[in-house]
T-cell receptor, first 110, second 115 residues
Framework: KNEVEQSPQNLTAQEGEFITINCSYS?????LHWLQQHPGGGIVSLFM???GKKKHGRLIATINIQEKHSSLHITASHPRDSAVYIC????????????FGTGTRLTIIP | ETGVTQSPTHLIKTRGQQVTLRCSSQ?????VSWYQQALGQGPQFIFQ???????GRGNFPPRFSGLQFPNYSSELNVNALELDDSALYLC??????????????FGPGTRLTVL
């Protein structure tokens, strides 16, 4: 079992729909990252969070430390949101490498 | 403030050759991490450098080695290339460990193809 699991692996939705991507992890962490990767490979950091909730524009990220679970939400989805969304967790102090999920491929249809 | 840059963007090598990939960290960042991302997979941690010293290593053989320079830029060297080394290699820089600002910022990656 991978240390970081994401669901769904693939998601296709109509423009305007509310999107939720889930991430569960099985190790102790100091922070969780949500990343966006477009075709061609470049990775953009969307959020880094260790508790609670963060919002940036139409994107919202939440984390529940007790349940070892995080969600990324996209409101009013748009075709330009089409990308791979990756959850990555950072270990505790002294083991701060990032461990990545395999990503969720999101396609928004106009 | 400049972001993380990597060079080259694309590279084609043959089995058995050696390759050097380069990364310039974001201004003010002294920690650089390298990741390998095979097609359709999530990135895998290779190693991290902090103040010119290796500071953690993933499950990669010794033919993967690195360097960090006094200006905190970094190199990833891979010897005796194998077909399975074909991947996107990502570099990420961050500020000192323990800092509340130590989010990792990623470069655009180098796509390596081994024939």
């Amino acid at each position: 079992k991978n240390e970081v699991e994401q669901s769904p692996q693939n998601l296709t939705a109509q423009e305007g729909e509310f999107i939720t991507i889930n991430c569960s992890y099985s190790v102790g962490i100091s922070a969780l990252h949500w990343l966006q990767q477009h075709p061609g490979g470049g990775i953009v950091s969307l959020f880094m969070l260790s508790s609670g909730k963060k919002k940036h524009g139409r994107l919202i990220a939440t984390i529940n430390i007790q349940e070892k679970h995080s969600s990324l939400h996209i409101t009013a989805s748009h075709p330009r949101d089409s990308a791979v969304y990756i959850c990555a967790v950072r270990g505790n102090f002294g083991n701060e490498k990032l461990t990545f999920g395999t990503g969720t491929r999101l396609t928004i249809i106009p | 403030e400049t972001g993380v840059t990597q060079s080259p963007t694309h590279l084609i090598k043959t089995r058995g050759q050696q390759v050097t990939l380069r990364c310039s960290s974001q201004s003010g960042h002294n920690t650089v991490s390298w990741y390998q991302q095979a097609l359709g997979q999530g990135p895998q941690f290779i190693f991290q450098y902090y103040r010119e010293e290796e500071n953690g290593r993933g499950n990669f053989p010794p033919r993967f080695s690195g360097l960090q320079f006094p200006n905190y830029s970094s190199e990833l060297n891979v010897n005796a290339l194998e077909l399975d080394d074909s991947a996107l290699y990502l570099c990420a820089s961050s500020s000192p460990s323990g800092s509340p600002y130590n989010e990792q910022f990623f470069g655009p990656g180098t796509r390596l193809t081994v024939l």
